[in-house]
């Protein structure tokens, strides 16, 4: 009995290392944790989860969508989250009968300020505060650019489905034609979709640094997606899960969601660095105040013309130098005689 105690301490509490070094331990929040057999989703007062929209419990997990068109679920904690440094490992599944690029929209993990309000952000509302990390499963963009009569850079081109992070403040909206991409943190690449093996998406926030990786091989190995440094975050908001399907769809299934408390050892200047009150999500040296606007790329007929008029104006430029050169020194000849 001594020996199962000690094995179910060391799953809930263990020793690990941040990614700036720090030890810390970890602890799991049941409170704030989502698991089979989904007994504590409800719609009573005393439980800690509760359903919106089309989602629904089944015995393996929580479906926020099923494969339908024009579907919309999500599922919410009642708790607000007060800790400092947090860790959060969920389960999930996307699946369904649509081939590549004909299925959608994609599912959302949140920490947010508010809470069961239905929106078009991933089935959540737009203008969020908080943290939103996104699973996008369908190119939006693509039919901009086209519009646009534009084409990716191999830069710029990303494959879907794709993994981006998101911070807002209340007043900044999703751009759902551009795919996110004028208010992304970063983000990768994670083919995520009808796979027979599990997968996982890892969210750490420790020490003001949000690090997101993801376990989509079937390996049991995590592999980076971004890592930003000066997130601030509030404490007090809320963690749920959200989907949503439009014309295309899919399941969006959320097999188990695990919050752990993380206690870093840290200095004394550290530890009055986290005791300052945070009361708006931002990023260090990334301006969410102001409304973005993107330089667009010119055309080749743009580029041209450019360069056409470029060179007309330094050809008039040297012509108006070579006569005002020559009438100076015509007038300086004339007063030697």
């Not at 330089?295 to 041209?304: H, N, P, R």
Request: aromatic content about 12%.
């Amino acid at each position: 009995m001594m020996r199962w105690i000690h094995f179910t301490l060391l799953l809930v509490a263990s020793p690990c290392f941040s990614d700036d070094g720090h030890e810390m331990e970890e602890f799991l929040k049941r409170e704030y944790s989502l698991s089979k057999p989904y007994q504590g989703i409800g719609s009573a007062s005393s439980s800690h989860w509760e359903l919106m929209g089309d989602a629904m419990v089944t015995i393996d997990q929580v479906r926020l969508t099923p494969d339908m068109q024009s579907k919309q679920g999500a599922v919410w904690s009642r708790l607000p989250c007060h800790l400092n440094n947090w860790e959060l490992q969920v389960h999930f599944k996307i699946h369904g009968q649509g081939k590549k690029n004909l299925n959608g929209d994609g599912m959302a993990i949140w920490y947010a300020k508010e809470r069961m309000d239905a929106g078009p952000v991933f089935g959540n509302k737009d203008n969020f505060t908080g943290l939103g990390v996104f699973v996008d499963t369908y190119p939006n963009e693509e039919k901009y650019l086209e519009a646009q009569k534009k084409r990716y850079t191999p830069r710029s081109e990303r494959i879907f489905p794709y993994v981006i992070a998101m911070i807002g403040n209340g007043t900044i909206g999703y751009d759902h034609e551009r795919d996110g991409r004028p208010t992304e943190l970063g983000g990768c690449n994670a083919m995520v979709r009808n796979l027979k093996h599990d997968t996982f998406i890892f969210i750490r926030y420790v020490r003001r640094r949000l690090t997101i990786m993801i376990d989509i091989d079937g390996q049991h190995e995590w592999r980076d997606c971004l890592d930003i440094p000066g997130v601030r975050l509030p404490q007090g908001y809320y963690f749920g899960a959200s989907a949503l399907t439009g014309d295309l769809s899919d399941n969006h299934d959320l097999i188990s969601l695990k919050l752990y408390q993380l206690t870093v050892l840290r200095s004394k200047l550290e530890e009055d660095e986290e005791e300052e009150e945070i009361k708006v999500p931002s990023v260090d040296n990334v301006d969410l105040l102001k409304p973005y606007f993107t330089e667009e790329g010119m055309s080749g007929i743009a580029i041209f013309f450019t360069a056409l008029f470029s060179m007309l104006g330094l050809f008039l430029l040297i012509v108006i130098s070579l006569v005002v050169y020559s009438h100076w020194t015509e007038s300086r000849r004339k007063r030697f005689y």
